[in-house]
């Protein structure tokens, strides 16, 4: 029973990332991880707003101007009808001459997408670093179950009332009679003079058919049931206990740390769990990435046990039982297919409006504008499955914002249009029809 009785957790500082330090330190008054990130979120895109606006913006104008060219444009496809590659050009040409922007309405875009890979990574990381913070709380529970229960007496046959580590000490003085490899050495090798290595193997194996051998192993024996009967259990229950008090729900979802699945159960397996912690699974990662400094209680031996699959399995032995009320199914796929179908709303009001605005045109940027609403929804929906379900509560609050954002800009637009128009309208009449450039 190689525990440690002190606790490790202690040793974890948060990563030190900046989405790291705003969603686990910033917004920590949040005590629930994912309206954590729903906030996280919302305030994201009140951020980039200024950048959305702008995109909206020149989009707007580039309507306008598509508008205003719209009898040249026409004429040019008259002219160059034959010419597709000229027509292009043309176009382009009398665009740009228009001040018509093609980069700087899609620039906004860029950044989205920019920060969308840089965002994933650090979500990533804190939900790995959140797995691995879990296990290494309910390992502390453990061990100091553990070692509160080794000097607790429980009747045993042949022995009577005994605990843990009176049965311990017994096996160990039984073991003081057994031979010693260095009673057969001299300076650390075999001496041929006291018979070497065959006259020890010889002397281990009478003393093993000994009664003191016998009773060595009788005491081992009792000792390992002991451990399996009275003391893992009581300290597995603590475990469940411990967890149903850290875990992080959220909704329908179970483990938020794991995808809204229900192919996948809120408790990992050892497999999946150190999958889901590959940036902390070696000692030396830990080490560089929290800033741990190594002792006695934590270095890379005792880490190495710690999340092996012996210590891990004894660890969340009740939790992973199938009986266990916290072990059921992580989710129902609700998140992943809010993901691809607010993914897929998105990208096809992007694309009404920039058809809109003049940006798509027919051909080849009409046609890839087709394939990014299929391949964005298509990429959102391999991210919802395979990463944690908090990474997708993000894609889903983000796509939402986003929709809500261009229904609220394109209605305050259109009424502000209507208000033109109408102004227009009665200049009209009264001074005769203005420059369209002033449009």
Known sequence: M?????????????????WE?????????????????VFFTVCLKILLLPLDLFQRFKMRKNQIITERLKPQLEKLQQQYAGDKQMLARKQMELNK????????????????????????????????????????????????????????????????EISWNEITELYRDVLMTAPKEDDYKTEGEWDSDKGGEAAYKAAYDAWNESDDGKNARDL????????????????????????GEIKESFLWVSNIWSPDVPWSRAILSHDSFLSNISNFKTYSKVKSKLKIKEDEVFNSVTYADMISESTYNNVMGALLAKSSPHNRVNGYLI???????LSFLSQFITTRLQKKSGQVAEGSMGGSMKMMMIIMPLMMGIFA????????????????????????????????????EKKLTTGVQKYGRPDPKDL
């Open 2 to 18: 190689a525990f440690l009785t002190s606790a490790v957790a202690d040793y974890l500082h948060n990563p030190s990332g900046l």
């Open 97 to 160: 001459k228009e001040g018509f922007s093609y980069f700087s309405s899609c620039l906004p875009m860029i950044v989205t997408l920019v920060l969308f890979f840089y965002l994933f990574a650090g979500l990533r990381n804190i939900s790995q670093f959140m797995n691995l913070k879990q296990y290494l709380e309910l390992y502390d529970t453990y061990t100091a179950t553990v070692a509160e229960n080794l000097d607790e007496k429980f009747e045993i046959s042949d022995y009577g």
């Open 21 to 37: 330090i705003l969603i686990l330190g910033l917004f920590k008054f949040i005590v629930n991880y994912g309206w954590r990130i």
């Open 385 to 420: 499955l395979s990463y944690t379900a908090m990474f997708t509560l993000y894609i889903v609050v983000n796509s939402a914002a986003t929709i809500l954002i261009n229904v609220i800009t394109t209605l305050a637009m259109n009424g502000k249009n209507k208000s033109k």
């Open 220 to 243: 081992l024996r009792t000792r390992d049931e002991m451990e399996n009967t009275y003391i893992k259990p009581v300290a597995q229950k603590a475990v469940e206990n411990k967890y």
């Open 335 to 341: 998140l992943p297919i809010l993901s691809v179908a």
